[in-house]
């Protein structure tokens, strides 16, 4: 028989957790990132302590992350841009700015330096699989690059 936790207990664990679903025709394919445990990197500090773009920032990693584990050799990720004429970037980067900034890096499909800026409250991120540029090399895996980059200092945000 399991112990109820305290009602105060309850209640900070329910806010220190984040809930999480998803549901698809592939059961396969399912909550694969929903389900998952979040990583250290993403647990060192509370979520209360986050802003809204640095929670939003972790998160995205994760889910780039999940979505490039998906493709194939022949694939890179990239973002299509909701809701406008923009085209699509080809992911490089990641960032945010507190408390309510969120910044992508890349390429334009025409090979041009871009950058997304965006407000939280804005964000609404389409991932795309793209053919890679370059044929000959293998892919670029941003979201495992980032992840590296996140986990790598002591205050979490990749900072050495």
Request: glycine share 8%; proline share 7%; hydrophobic share 35%.
């Amino acid at each position: 028989m399991t112990k109820d936790l305290p009602t105060t207990a309850k209640a900070t664990k329910a806010a220190a957790t984040p809930r999480a679903k998803a549901v698809h025709s592939d059961p396969a394919q399912c909550g694969q990132l929903e389900t998952a445990p979040l990583p250290k990197a993403a647990t060192r500090r509370k979520i209360e302590e986050k802003s809204p773009a640095e929670w939003a920032y972790e998160r995205l990693i994760l889910y780039i992350q999940n979505f490039e584990s998906q493709l194939d050799a022949s694939q890179e990720v990239a973002m299509g841009f909701t809701g406008g004429q923009a085209g699509i970037l080809t992911i490089e980067g990641v960032g945010f700015f507190d408390p309510d900034l969120v910044t992508f890096y890349g390429r334009d499909e025409d090979g041009l330096k871009t950058q997304l800026i965006q407000h939280v409250s804005q964000l609404n991120v389409l991932l795309r699989a793209v053919p890679k540029d370059q044929p000959e090399e293998p892919p670029r895996r941003i979201g495992f690059q980032m992840m590296q980059q996140w986990a790598g200092g002591e205050s979490g945000d990749g900072s050495v």
